[in-house]
């Protein structure tokens, strides 16, 4: 485990780095906010009883408004057996600066109402195109998936939201809209492909809350060779 | 699907066409092109079918390069080792079109074409990629589609995980349902068989192996061990962040350079570690576009960019590899000839000074 000062450009800075996106986007993603890690600038690792301890000096930029903004992080790697997510800290500058708050509400508003319930599959398809409409819900389905791919990483992984495969507007509860999301994550070191299937809750003021996670079996029965002749 | 059934109907008029390399193109549209490509330019493109795939389909590159009489030096590139990795074969794809459209009006790349032949690979994993567009279900596959042993029931090996290059040890899975195993033994994938007879055959003339994949905007140097160095190490970084820089010249785009176990993950197996092994100078894995907001799926507004900026970084290194090549040699002929020169004057004026001397004393 590498310790001391970090080279930004090696992997284990890289991989806390995107630790760190999850977390923000986890507490400050919306279906019009997402933010994704611009650059590492500096960091430094260090043994703690039975934790690594890292931080860093990063760039994060919110892909809708292409704003960037400093920020510095400190996190806790659980060590030892237990498999608990890690914790973290980070306070940004300038990140935030665009205000989404009437997209946000517009949208809220336009799904609010039960009479017109939306579902989508495949974001993006296999050519990385998806319709306008549903951009909301694949940025909704990337921050839900943060919350994921913020418990489950470590310093052997790296998370990235591949597709959303399918999602589904459930009826509006206590003023939260409420989705069945099925998402495809992708782990970079095991090049696995995962399937998570969510509960997700949205709304201007409570922000993106997950309440139930399950994780998919991979579908060993489904590889059989098709009858191709591409 | 109807959008590529729709891209088919068109591919045959369109292939001379810009639009149609801002497209993902299916096999056999892929197939196609690299038999237009041999029609329309047959004094410098030609085909070669160096192996079979699982699935008995053919392994085909096309090699380009102005015909000559001698033995010349290659470059090699490929792509699509890996099926879901899409904007590699456009890549590969642009590349070819790309060295077609300008070798008779760019000096440099005319005379890289008369020195140098290329053997380029569009899709090496082709079993691979046809079964990634078969559904959307599919789109995400990445390994050969060689079936699975001894009572394990899942498909396909990590073709880059199999090639005889420290096979097995590291970055690795055993078990045959994961995404990296690297097969029941190095070389048991006759994709990475047929790669290495070609290597084998072709090793003395080859300056440049170059395999594309995406994502993670990287340039990977071997070896992917982290104990073992590549002897040329510094060369290697020197000419990859050059690289680097010609690609962010193009769009911005930043692109990380180093060996895969300081930058990615550590690994065994690659094609790029058995380039290297076998004395190939300079071999580069390019993992090309984005770092993860669209992984595999890259829009296709954004293939263009993607193979103007991984153009810009492949061309540096093969002009790099070239000049080495072409260039040093009459540079140390050079060199010697004024080193000769230089004794040559040295010793007549010392002489000259004896003489002088003997004179005056006498």
Known sequence: ??????????????????????????????????????????????????????????????????????????????????????????????????????????????????NNMVSGSNIPDSYGHMEPSMKPFWHLGGVASSCIMLRESNESTLYNMAQVANFTQLETEKDQLRFNYHVLLHEMISQEIIHWKLLVTWSPEQGVKVLQTELQPKCHDCEAPPNTTN | MCVSMYSAVWSREETTERNYYTRYHNMSEITAWMEQMKRENPDVVSSMVYGQTYERRNITLLKIGLSSTGRKKAIWMDCGIHAREWIAPAFCQYFVREILRTYKTDTKVNEMMKNLDFYITPVLNVDGYIYSWHNESTRLWRKSRSPGTGGCTCYGTDINRNFYANWGMVGVSTDCCSQTYCGTKALSESEARAVTDMLGKMREDILAFLTIHSYGQLLLVPYGHPNISAPNYDELMEVGLAAATAIKAVHGMDYTVGTSPDVLYANSGSSRDFARLIGIPLSFTFELRDKGEHGFELPEDQIQPTCEEAYAGAHHIITYAHDKAFYSYAATVTATLWTTLLAAWVSSAILLTIICLYKKVK
């Open chain 1, 1 to 114: 485990m590498t310790t001391g000062v970090l080279n930004p450009s090696h992997y284990p800075a890289r991989r806390a780095a995107t630790v760190v996106q999850h977390y923000l986007n986890t507490r400050y993603g919306s279906p019009y906010r997402w933010i994704f890690l611009s650059k590492v600038h500096s960091g430094s690792a260090e043994d703690m009883a039975e934790m690594r301890k890292y931080q860093l000096e990063l760039t994060m930029q919110e892909m809708i408004s292409n704003v960037s903004g400093q920020c510095s992080a400190e996190l806790l790697f659980p060590g030892g057996e237990g498999q608990s997510a890690p914790q973290v800290q980070a306070s940004c500058e300038g990140l935030l600066q665009s205000n989404p708050t009437a997209q946000e509400e517009a949208f809220y508003q336009q799904h609010r109402a039960s």
